[in-house]
């Protein structure tokens, strides 16, 4: 069956960066678009990014230019996202999700278990 | 500030209809199909429509999506208290270029 597997929680001071990840299985790797999303606390669900399945370019929410970099490392079946330049707005719980084949709309028919972050000097 | 607007809390009886509504513009719903999802806070986000009204498999047809226009409505009969949650509406954005959610909708049912 498909899972995607999140590494774990993460607490980081100000300034610093994180690099969460996102281990795939029970599914051809390159199939589908994986996504990022994240929720702060008290807030909705905000799109980061996603990672094209054909060739592993990227593509993220303006938000986060500069400081977010997306990978994926077909060896070993894992995605990757690293936020840098770390501030207390970061402290969320980070989702990686698989797009559905659907055309358009962002679906996302698998999630991984969500990662908290917390940003705290 | 989402790019799709949705009322912040909707609520209904059990065993009652309601709506949830998500406005958008021609960039995004008028552009894109909707997705909707369910998700209670620290827990996943499920997939409940796609491609504007599809059901994946596993979610009842008490559930319903619709769009006309720029704006789309996901629709849940037979209120159960087990589908209190937060909704959002989800789609595409091409001035943007990127992926983007409503702001979410509280569902409380009384």
């Known amino acids: 069956q498909v899972q995607l597997v999140q590494s774990g929680a993460e607490v980081k001071k100000p300034g610093a960066s994180v690099k969460v990840s996102c281990k795939a299985s029970?599914?051809?790797?390159?199939?589908?678009?994986v996504h990022w999303v994240r929720q702060a606390p008290g807030q909705g669900l905000e799109w980061i990014g996603i990672?094209?399945?054909?060739?592993?370019?990227?593509r993220h929410a303006q938000k986060f230019q500069g400081r977010v970099s997306m990978a994926r490392d077909t060896s070993t079946s894992t995605f990757y996202m690293e936020l840098s330049s770390l501030r207390s707005e970061d402290t969320a719980i980070y989702y990686c999700?698989?797009?559905?084949?659907?055309?358009?709309?962002?679906?996302?028919?698998?999630w991984g278990q969500g990662t908290l972050v917390t940003v705290s000097s | 500030q989402s790019v799709l607007t949705q009322p912040p809390s909707v609520s209904a009886a059990p065993g009652q209809r309601v709506t949830i509504t998500c406005s958008g513009s021609?960039?995004?719903?008028?552009?894109?199909?909707v997705t909707w999802y369910h998700h209670l806070p620290g827990t996943a986000p499920k997939l409940l429509i796609y491609?504007?009204?599809k059901r994946p498999s596993g979610i009842p047809d008490r559930f319903s999506g619709s769009k006309s226009g720029t704006s789309a409505t996901l629709g849940i009969t037979g209120l159960q208290t087990g589908d209190e949650a937060d909704y959002y509406c989800?789609?595409?954005?091409?001035?943007?270029?990127?992926?983007?959610f409503g702001g979410g909708t509280k569902l409380t049912v009384l």
């Open positions: 990672i094209y399945g054909s060739d592993g370019s990227t």
């Open positions: 021609s960039s995004n719903i008028g552009s894109h199909h």
């Open positions: 999700a698989r797009e559905t084949g659907a055309s358009g709309g962002i679906p996302f028919d698998y």
């Open positions: 029970g599914y051809s790797f390159t199939s589908n678009h």
């Open positions: 491609e504007d009204n």
């Open positions: 989800a789609t595409w954005d091409d001035t943007v270029g990127a992926g983007v």
